[in-house]
């Protein structure tokens, strides 16, 4: 079984040919680069930043995954694998679970820089293998892989994709310094690299692994809710638990729509806002005076 999985899935593995790329192709590499690396510090949050600086990406170009796993390997044991573009769901999560990261090699066009609905090579590359030098995030993304396996065989699938977008793709994170980004699909776009933050529109609500598997998600513009955790060590400890028991007991609860906010919501300020010292309303108030 476990042999016909590994052929399974090296069969949707291709060749970088990272000589192949074109010069039009690393030039849109550094434009993509340099215009996150400017927006991200004080954005992203330390452990990406960190992720980033070790591997050596850089604005040079496009980098060449033999060179990026010497150094990922040597770390968190993690490699990545080139692939055409979206694999099947088992086949995805079987190379999470060996601890694989299956990246896309083509990079988007010139005209479609600040939005792309399918990840490419910046995303892959700039967006999720940064995180997965640190230790705690390498072994979540592990653990995520196993339970895919297992959400597919209870027929839980929908539930887990809610998370894995809602943290891997959009998480935020309570860091010491303020509110700051982790998840890949807000790394990798300028737009809303800011706008998660700063914008007053969506909701940041703190992390609760059920509030977040019952949350629809959009796929087509920014997200107009994102979740809050405190570290990786917070969003390890919450999905270490069985999830067959989870799974079963929100299965009879109602799905959420992103912009609905429940009882239990603990919601964040944006960042602007926090950032202003808090102006105390003094209401002075008195009962009114017997005329
Ligand atoms: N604990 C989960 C389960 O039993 C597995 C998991 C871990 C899923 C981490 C997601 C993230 O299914
Ligand atoms: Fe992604």
């Known amino acids: 079984m ?9 069969d949707f593995t291709i ?8 010069e039009e192709e690393h030039a849109i590499w550094r434009l993509l680069f340099e215009r996150q690396q400017r927006l991200l510090v004080g954005r992203a949050c330390a452990e990406f930043l960190d992720g980033l600086g ?13 060179r990026l796993n010497e150094v990922l390997d040597g770390a968190t044991g993690w490699r990545i694998v080139a692939v ?4 099947p769901d088992d086949v995805f999560f079987a190379f999470l679970a060996r601890r694989q990261f299956p990246s896309t090699c083509f990079i988007r066009h010139r005209d479609q820089l600040d939005y792309l609905q399918e990840p490419d090579i910046f995303h892959d590359i700039c967006g999720h293998v940064p995180l997965l030098m640190n230790p705690i995030f390498a072994d979540y993304m592990q653990a995520y892989g196993e339970g895919g396996l297992k959400a597919l065989r209870l027929g839980h699938l929908q539930r887990l994709a809610r998370l894995y977008w809602y943290t891997v793709e959009f998480g935020l994170i309570d860091s010491p310094e303020g509110l700051r980004i982790y998840g890949s699909g807000i790394l990798s776009s300028a737009g809303e690299s800011v706008y998660c933050l700063e914008d007053p529109q ?6 609760d692994l059920r509030r977040v ?40 609860l109602p799905d959420l729509e992103p912009e609905v906010l429940i009882d239990e ?8 806002s926090l950032s202003r010292p ?14």
């Open 2 to 10: 476990l042999e016909a999985r590994q052929k399974f899935c090296s």
């Open 15 to 22: 060749a970088q040919n990272w000589e192949d790329y074109s």
């Open 54 to 66: 070790e591997l050596g990406v850089a604005a040079d170009g496009i980098p060449d995954f033999r």
């Open 84 to 87: 055409p573009g979206l694999v």
């Open 202 to 207: 969506p909701r940041r609500i703190r992390f």
């Open 213 to 252: 598997m019952r949350t629809h998600y959009r796929i087509d513009d920014f997200q107009q809710v994102y979740f809050v955790i405190a570290d990786f060590q917070q969003l390890f400890d919450a999905t270490r638990p069985d999830f067959a028991p989870i799974y079963r007991g929100i299965a009879a």
């Open 265 to 272: 919501d603990v919601e964040y300020r944006p960042a602007s």
């Open 278 to 291: 808090r102006r105390l309303e003094r209401t002075n108030f008195r009962p009114p005076r017997p005329a």
